[in-house]
């Protein structure tokens, strides 16, 4: 077997003044998973994925990405290995073209400018983002477009592992679709792992296929989303509760439905077969 | 019931943009309703709030056409912030409204401006910290908290104030789904108790549909669809072509209705539906055995 491509061991993380942030983190990542982290408003979600693409350090205990500890190895060979999307893009875009936005990372760990010209076009290729962009102020596009220069920003680094910060804030029910069906795909068919950072839980029913809880710097929950989602006592715990129609199922158990049920579709599927005569 | 908001043949266009961004609105809000008001981004919802409370059309410059009546007055007829003792509106980017170094200072900065008693604002400034739990934060600057803390001190600035009027654009989309909960559950007291009339525009309608008594579809600058709740989420397939999504549990009744099998209301929360449910799948498994 193959050893995992990222791992954490007894990750201790404590901020500056003292606070203890994360607690014993234990936690391995696979190549090509799609994860989400889910918890609730400063459980440490995002303190934990600075700590995956080592812009923070450990406190106590080990992140080893691909070998390489983020103790001792220089932030410039982290964040190539992992990519992280700040939630807000305008927190992360400053430069006044979008070519020059997305060619920041690789001119910064000192590529030929050959190799970035190519890594550019590569991650606009694949965030769809067409070429008639190259010379607009990221700006001035839409919300949507901002986001997808902001995530090819990341892919010009060529990371294995992407973390998408709440990507859905904001956005309406097709727009949140449509970013999602983008991130499955890098995920599908560029075998990237994702990892999303989010509170919008049907968005996780929906797409994640592992559920990450955390509540007061410890992991609650590790597993597949319809298992997480199953425990609904232990969501509590980090102010989560699952989508209305996972709760529903719940609440009819007795009748027949299966307490990991996800979607509306699935819902309807049970109740055909519950009444199936 | 007497008329709080009369919108009345309402069109407003932003100088140098080419369509209107809200075309002849026709909308009446009572004292003490809980409106919901859903739409595509980019559909006029925000345009709408900013008409709400006078930002359009002060500090905005555009073409308006109808108007706009607040308490049987002309929006434009208020002298400048007497409007705003009226309408209070929580903005979906939080940071826009924060004006101080810290919490404290900013939830009290409102009350200052109204020119409330010490004492008053001391016990207001208690009741609203308790209600939206930001009591370890009081002395934090703004800018240094997190999306979701943020997101509650906007909150609850204005809950401090107390408007008779609440417009509340996407008040929750940075919170954990408790938080969220718990948010609206406070919008829901200040109605009951205080017959405020509250406007929330919401993407995340789980928590926003129990709560509301009418909906109203903003969609390409038009008012495509309003109603009583349950009435206005039997139209389920223009919503869901129109790219909203329904509640999950709306959504699995419309289909129980569909196939013949459920003849009543849409149900708005969870226990309804479990109710419901339950005593739809009894008879047939009694059948069965």
Redesign the interface.
């Known amino acids: 077997m193959t050893s995992p491509f990222i791992e954490v061991k007894h990750l201790v993380y404590r901020y500056p003044d003292g606070t203890l942030a994360l607690d014993d983190i234990n936690l391995t990542i696979d190549e090509g998973e799609m994860i989400t982290f889910i918890g609730q408003n400063g459980s440490g979600k995002t303190t934990f994925s600075k700590c995956l693409n080592g812009l923070f350090k450990p406190t106590g205990g080990d992140v080893i990405v691909d070998g390489h500890n983020s103790k001792t190895t220089p932030i410039v060979e982290m964040v190539r290995r992992v990519g992280y999307v700040f939630q807000n893009p305008d927190h992360q875009l400053f430069n006044s073209t979008c070519w020059d936005e997305i060619a920041y990372g690789p001119r910064n760990i000192q590529l030929a400018e050959e190799e970035v010209k190519e890594r550019v076009e590569e991650a606009a290729h694949v965030v769809g983002l067409d070429k008639s962009y190259f010379k607009e102020h990221p700006f001035f596009l839409p919300k949507g477009l901002r986001q997808r220069v902001a995530i090819a920003s990341i892919l010009a680094l060529r990371p294995r592992v992407i973390i998408v910060d709440e990507p859905t804030t904001g956005q309406d029910a097709q727009q949140s679709r449509e970013i999602m069906d983008f991130l499955v795909e890098l995920n599908e068919e560029h075998g990237h792992a994702i990892i999303i950072i989010t509170h919008d839980m049907p968005i996780v029913a929906r797409y994640a296929k592992r559920v990450v809880a955390l509540g007061r710097g410890h992991i609650l929950a590790d597993g597949p989303t319809a298992e997480v989602f199953s425990h609904p006592e232990i969501l509590a715990q980090t102010f989560i509760e699952p989508p209305q129609i996972t709760q529903l199922a719940q609440r009819t158990q007795d009748q027949g439905f299966s307490p990991g049920t996800l979607t509306v579709e699935e819902m309807i599927a049970q109740y055909q077969q519950l009444t199936r005569t | 019931m007497s008329a709080v908001i009369e919108i009345k043949d309402y069109t407003w266009r932003y100088l140098y943009s080419p369509n209107p961004a809200l075309e002849n609105i026709n909308l009446t809000v009572h004292q003490g309703e809980f409106i919901g008001i859903i739409?595509?981004?980019g559909s006029g919802k925000t345009t709408l709030a900013y008409s709400l409370n006078g930002l359009i059309p002060g500090q905005y410059h555009g073409i308006k056409q109808g108007g706009i009546k607040v308490l049987g007055k002309d929006v434009e007829s208020y002298p400048t912030g007497a409007l705003q003792k009226s309408v209070g509106v929580v903005f979906?980017d939080p940071e826009a409204q924060f004006t101080t170094m810290t919490v404290e200072d900013e939830l009290v900065f409102g009350m200052e401006n109204l020119g409330m008693s010490i004492p008053e604002i001391r016990e207001r400034l208690e009741w609203v910290v308790e209600l939206t739990d930001l009591s370890p934060l009081m002395l934090k600057p703004p800018y240094e908290i997190?999306?979701?803390?943020k997101q509650r001190v906007a909150l609850a600035a204005v809950l401090a104030m107390r408007p008779p009027i609440m417009v509340l654009d996407?008040p929750t989309?940075?919170?954990?789904?408790?938080?969220?909960?718990r948010i609206f559950e406070v919008l829901a007291k200040l109605k009951r108790e205080q017959r405020n009339t509250i406007i929330v525009i919401e993407?995340?309608l789980?928590n926003l549909v129990p709560l509301a008594d009418r909906m109203v579809l903003l969609h390409n600058s038009h008012l495509l669809l309003e109603g009583e709740t349950r009435q206005f989420f039997e139209q389920m397939d223009l919503l869901l072509e129109k790219?909203?999504?329904p509640?999950?549990?709306m959504?699995?009744f419309h289909?129980?209705k569909q196939q013949g099998?459920y003849d009543g209301y849409l149900p708005v929360t969870?226990?309804e539906?479990?109710e419901k449910?339950?005593s739809l799948?009894?008879p047939?498994?009694e059948?069965?055995q």
Do not use: C
């Open positions: 739409g595509p981004n979906s997190s999306g979701g803390q996407e989309s940075m919170l954990d789904p408790i938080s969220r909960r993407h995340s789980e790219g909203l999504f509640p999950g549990i959504q699995f289909y129980l099998r969870v226990a539906a479990a449910l339950t799948l009894e047939a498994q059948g069965k």
